[in-house]
């Protein structure tokens, strides 16, 4: 039997503390990776959980007449700036679709990790692409392979954040679907990703923690505006809610606010492992964020509910959120009252 595995089984088991939770991927398929890449290389995850912010807006949709609400991922670094403090090297490689499978087992088995692009047509579990459409190429971490069964193992998000398997037939036909339908071409060599240790010490975790942590202040104090600016955002979500359609693309909408809420407490509670809270403030913040995601989450079981028993937007639905949503507000211009003035006197170190 040829079976082969980068990842040992202390990754396995701490997989869900790399998110805070397996099932609430932390910003998206390729940033969430990028720590388990780090935990396996056992670098610090610092520069990756630092390297984004999270901003409120309203985006225009066929969908919704009014637009729909979603929390977007500022990155604050660069990818090549991130992957540089990381000490990770990224290289971007095309296989033939004959050759996908091959050059896959000789990247695990130099011990690196690939992350492969694929067609999600085909992958069961994406219900907005799946059957539907090849509109939706998206990455996945593979991490070994297994000959006596024929399946390749990777962690992706189908699911929440987790360890799944596919054969190596579905992997060929993802991949090809990729390179047909997708807009990808050989020329460009972006459909896999390779990643290497470039540290000098493989066991060395060590990193300028507050360096780190000053920078990201810095960065975030830069997009104060932008931040704040986003909470207006809010308001015209509750102004339009009696216009909202309540569907199944809303609630999905809904659910990406509630992961981004979620990464975003993550990296505060990441933060504060690192020393960040100067000042007294851990307490009152780690609360508030707390409370935006547990409301976050009402608003979709609300909605979810509702499609459940397909009764349409009611009007009590619409005052529940509406209830929520101003909750949200307040809790959001609170924690800034305290967030900014701690980033302000990390930014002065």
């Given at each position: 039997?040829n079976?082969?595995?980068?990842?040992?089984?202390?990754?396995?088991?701490?997989?869900?503390?790399?998110?805070?939770?397996?099932?609430?991927?932390?910003?998206?398929?390729?940033?969430t990776p990028?720590l388990?890449?780090?935990?396996y290389?056992?670098?610090?995850?610092?520069?990756?959980?630092?390297?984004?912010?999270?901003?409120?807006?309203?985006?225009?949709?066929?969908?919704f007449?009014?637009?729909?609400?979603?929390?977007k991922?500022?990155l604050?670094?660069?990818?090549?700036?991130?992957?540089?403090k990381?000490?990770?090297?990224?290289?971007?490689?095309?296989?033939?679709?004959?050759?996908?499978?091959?050059?896959?087992?000789?990247?695990?088995?130099?011990?690196?990790?690939?992350?492969?692009?694929?067609d999600?047509?085909?992958?069961?579990?994406?219900?907005?692409?799946?059957?539907?459409?090849?509109?939706?190429?998206h990455?996945?971490?593979?991490?070994g392979?297994?000959?006596?069964?024929?399946?390749?193992?990777?962690?992706?998000?189908?699911?929440?954040?987790?360890?799944?398997?596919?054969?190596?037939?579905?992997l060929?036909?993802?991949y090809?679907?990729?390179?047909?339908?997708?807009?990808?071409?050989?020329s460009?060599?972006?459909?896999?990703?390779?990643?290497?240790?470039?540290?000098?010490?493989?066991?060395?975790?060590?990193?300028?923690?507050?360096n780190?942590?000053?920078?990201f202040?810095?960065?975030m104090?830069?997009?104060?505006?932008?931040?704040?600016?986003?909470?207006?955002e809010?308001?015209?979500?509750?102004?339009?809610?009696?216009?909202?359609?309540?569907?199944?693309?809303?609630?999905?909408a809904?659910?990406?606010i509630?992961?981004?809420?979620?990464?975003e407490?993550?990296q505060?509670?990441?933060l504060a492992?690192c020393?960040?809270?100067?000042?007294?403030?851990?307490?009152?913040m780690?609360?508030?964020l707390?409370?935006?995601?547990a409301?976050w989450?009402?608003?979709?079981?609300?909605?979810?509910r509702?499609?459940?028993?397909?009764?349409?937007?009611t009007?009590?639905t619409?005052?529940s959120?509406?209830?929520?949503?101003?909750?949200?507000?307040?809790?959001?211009k609170?924690?800034?009252s305290?967030?900014?003035?701690?980033?302000?006197?990390w930014?002065?170190l």
């Amino acid at each position: 039997m040829n079976k082969k595995s980068i990842l040992n089984i202390h990754l396995f088991s701490g997989v869900s503390d790399i998110t805070g939770n397996k099932h609430d991927p932390f910003v998206n398929c390729f940033y969430t990776p990028l720590l388990s890449i780090l935990k396996y290389y056992k670098l610090s995850i610092a520069p990756v959980v630092t390297s984004i912010c999270f901003l409120y807006e309203i985006v225009n949709r066929d969908v919704f007449p009014s637009g729909y609400l979603r929390v977007k991922n500022e990155l604050l670094f660069d990818l090549k700036t991130t992957l540089t403090k990381a000490r990770i090297d990224m290289i971007r490689e095309t296989p033939k679709i004959e050759e996908i499978l091959y050059f896959i087992k000789q990247c695990i088995d130099n011990n690196s990790p690939v992350y492969v692009y694929i067609d999600m047509y085909y992958q069961k579990g994406r219900d907005a692409y799946y059957q539907k459409n090849h509109n939706g190429e998206h990455g996945i971490l593979v991490y070994g392979y297994d000959d006596f069964e024929g399946k390749v193992h990777f962690i992706d998000d189908v699911y929440g954040y987790d360890l799944y398997e596919m054969s190596y037939d579905e992997l060929f036909i993802y991949y090809e679907g990729l390179l047909k339908y997708c807009r990808k071409s050989y020329s460009e060599e972006n459909t896999v990703f390779v990643f290497k240790n470039v540290s000098n010490d493989f066991n060395n975790n060590e990193i300028k923690i507050s360096n780190t942590i000053t920078e990201f202040s810095k960065a975030m104090i830069d997009k104060k505006d932008y931040i704040i600016n986003g909470y207006d955002e809010l308001i015209v979500f509750e102004n339009i809610q009696n216009v909202v359609e309540n569907n199944e693309s809303e609630f999905l909408a809904l659910t990406s606010i509630l992961h981004r809420k979620q990464s975003e407490n993550y990296q505060y509670r990441f933060l504060a492992s690192c020393g960040f809270y100067l000042l007294d403030y851990e307490p009152v913040m780690s609360s508030l964020l707390n409370k935006i995601v547990a409301d976050w989450a009402k608003i979709r079981n609300i909605i979810a509910r509702d499609i459940y028993k397909n009764t349409g937007y009611t009007k009590e639905t619409q005052e529940s959120v509406v209830k929520y949503l101003r909750e949200i507000l307040e809790a959001e211009k609170i924690l800034d009252s305290y967030r900014f003035p701690l980033l302000e006197k990390w930014s002065c170190l």
